[in-house]
């Protein structure tokens, strides 16, 4: 079978196309001709991730899933969250969000924080949801230079590299998008093949 994956971050599709591992076909934004700025102006990451796949189902008519993270800081009562692309500005610019990141717990003790991923799918006119979550600490500089986003500032527990210096293959068996695909991929198993 294929999905749509609504997303515009090529990181994103990577990841899921590798933790996916060919179960089920991904098709991508721009496969399906669509380069639009998919709206995501939701307060919660389950409303955004819904909206996001809400637009390709609206527009496309495609069966389809979209992904929404947000890193939750436990001391910033789980700031960045929903707004951890924009947290340093409208450009999405991870170097800047790191910075500001850095900057608001510079006189902080308590780093602890997690990943959480909502992954909407929509299938057969039907809307489901699936959360994945890692927790960790931000670390006080950053470290690494795999992955994207805040990963070079997370340490999952039981860790001692960054999400960046770890690399993509340990990453993407253990992540908050891993636990959310993993969850993903046994409904579609239970449901489709
Ligand atoms: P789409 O909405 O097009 O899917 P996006 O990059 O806007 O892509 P999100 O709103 O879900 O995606 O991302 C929120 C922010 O969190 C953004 O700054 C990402 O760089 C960051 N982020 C998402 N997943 C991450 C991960 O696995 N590791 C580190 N940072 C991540």
């Given at each position: 079978m294929k999905l749509v994956f609504a997303t515009n971050n090529q990181h994103k599709l990577d990841e899921i196309k590798k933790i996916m591992n060919g179960l089920t076909e991904i098709v991508s934004?721009?496969?399906?001709?669509?380069h639009d700025d998919i709206p995501e102006t939701a307060d919660t990451?389950?409303?955004n991730a819904l909206q996001k796949a809400r637009y390709i189902k609206e527009h496309f008519g495609l069966d389809c899933f979209a992904d929404d993270t947000g890193l939750e800081v436990e001391v910033l009562h789980n700031a960045p969250g929903v707004f951890s692309a924009r947290y340093a500005g409208p450009g999405h610019d991870s170097e800047?969000?790191?910075n500001k990141l850095?900057?608001?717990l510079q006189d902080k003790d308590n780093r602890?924080?997690?990943f959480r991923t909502v992954i909407a799918l929509i299938l057969n006119?039907?809307?489901?949801?699936?959360?994945?979550?890692?927790?960790?600490?931000?670390?006080?500089?950053?470290?690494?230079?795999s992955g994207f986003g805040y990963d070079p500032l997370f340490v999952p527990d039981n860790y001692s590299q960054t999400f960046a210096e770890m690399g993509n293959d340990i990453k993407n068996q253990i992540s908050h998008r891993a636990q959310a695909v993993k969850?993903?991929?046994?409904f579609l198993s239970n449901n489709i093949f």
């Open positions: 934004l721009a496969e399906i001709n669509c990451l389950e409303g800047a969000n790191m850095l900057q608001e602890k924080a997690r006119g039907k809307e489901y949801l699936f959360e994945g979550i890692i927790n960790g600490t931000i670390t006080r500089e950053k470290r690494g230079g969850k993903l991929t046994t």
